[in-house]
Structures are given as structure tokens and as C-alpha cells.
């Protein structure tokens, strides 16, 4: 293998990783009997009731 292809090969495990990260903080469930808050940046955005919260990963986050 050359060091063309184990750059591309890094390259690609890397980009699948940060996706994979992404695509992790991007779906979260809230508990029953809980109620999740949305930040963005750090102020208040909205409320999530129980069930699937879908966010925008890495500006967004979810507190219950």
C-alpha cells in the first residue's frame, strides 16, 4: 500500500467518525415523566415533551 492510500484511508475513517459523533448528538430520546430543554449556544431555544428530540449537533444541546 502507498502513502497516497493510507492518507485516503485515514482521511476516510476520520470523516466516518466525526459523522458517526454527529449523527449520535443528533438523535436523543427523552424519558417519560421528563421534559428536555434545547439550548443553542447556551440560551434558551425550546422544550422537548417525552419522546424522539432531533437537534442540530454541535450548536444545540439537550438537558433533562
Given at each position: 500500500?502507498?502513502?497516497?492510500?493510507?492518507?485516503?484511508?485515514?482521511v476516510?475513517?476520520?470523516v466516518v467518525i466525526v459523522?458517526?459523533?454527529a449523527?449520535?448528538?443528533t438523535v436523543n430520546?427523552?424519558?417519560q415523566g421528563q421534559v428536555g430543554?434545547?439550548?443553542?449556544l447556551g440560551e434558551y431555544k425550546r422544550i422537548?415533551?417525552?419522546g424522539l428530540a432531533i437537534i442540530?449537533?454541535?450548536l444545540e444541546n439537550l438537558t433533562t
Open positions: 500500500m502507498t502513502n497516497a492510500g493510507i492518507v485516503e484511508l485515514s476516510l475513517a476520520l459523522g458517526l459523533v449523527l449520535k448528538k430520546i427523552v424519558q430543554v434545547v439550548q443553542r422537548h415533551e417525552p442540530m449537533p454541535f
